[in-house]
């Protein structure tokens, strides 16, 4: 079947250090992936997406990347920030056009 | 600026008794989805519509959920009779166009507990 997961539940950085939280799928026919962001209290916010035919794609300090050879996606964050604090979600969408989330890590930013 | 909207924010309730919660997608979008995230589970789908339509309701025990879009600014997830294993927060979001590769909005969130 179809599951997306997370290696990482909890990841603490320094604050202005790089971030990198990764998340592994099983299904290798997806084609789209999606990074969610969602802080306490609130819904899960889009990051930045990525389709099967690109191994990478940047956004504003925010860099995801593909390896379809092992079903890996990762989200990367430049100078991480206090703000970017919260729980970062994978997302793959399904043969249905449904979206399959993972189970979260959570980022922790020492300041 | 658009957003989705959800009401009410937090519900308090005891077992059995009905439960209502209430969706406003962003104007313009046509596609509707109903989450719910729990620790266990994380975050699952249970149903969408599109315009208006339901497309998918698999994810919903039918026994006791049911969800519908009266119009095409309110939708609305209905849990009778409720239990407690229900307790968790429900998400509405919406996307603008098919669905398929467009940004889905989420709302704030309801955050369910039955007792």
């Known amino acids: 079947g179809e599951s997306v997961g997370l290696h990482l539940p909890t990841l603490s950085v320094q604050e202005g250090d790089n971030s990198i939280i990764n998340c592994a799928y099983s299904n290798s026919a997806s084609d789209y992936f999606i990074w969610y962001k969602q802080e306490s209290g609130k819904g899960p916010q889009f990051i930045i997406d990525?389709?099967?035919?690109?191994d990478k794609r940047q956004g504003q300090r925010v860099t995801v990347l593909l390896n379809k050879t092992v079903k890996h996606l990762s989200l990367q964050i430049a100078a991480t920030q206090p703000g970017d604090s919260a729980v970062y979600f994978c997302?793959?969408?399904?043969?249905?056009?449904?979206?399959?989330f993972g189970s979260g890590t959570r980022l922790l930013v020492r300041p | 600026d658009a957003r989705v909207t959800q009401t009410p924010r937090h519900k308090v309730t005891e077992m059995g008794q009905e439960v209502t919660m209430r969706c406003q997608p962003i104007?313009?979008?046509?596609?509707v989805f109903w989450y719910r995230q729990t620790m266990m589970q994380g975050l699952e789908l249970l149903a969408y519509f599109r315009n208006r339509a339901p497309l998918d309701d698999s994810g919903m025990p039918k026994d006791r959920f049911s969800a519908e879009m009266p119009d095409a600014t309110l939708a609305t997830l209905k849990i009778q009779p409720s239990e407690p294993r229900d307790s968790a927060v429900y998400f509405c979001?919406?996307?603008?166009?098919?669905?398929?590769?467009?940004?889905?909005?989420f709302g704030p969130g309801t955050r369910l507990t039955v007792l």
């Open positions: 990525i389709r099967s035919n690109m």
């Open positions: 104007l313009g979008h046509n596609t």
């Open positions: 979001a919406s996307a603008r166009n098919s669905g398929r590769r467009d940004e889905q909005f």
């Open positions: 997302a793959e969408e399904d043969s249905s056009y449904k979206l399959i």
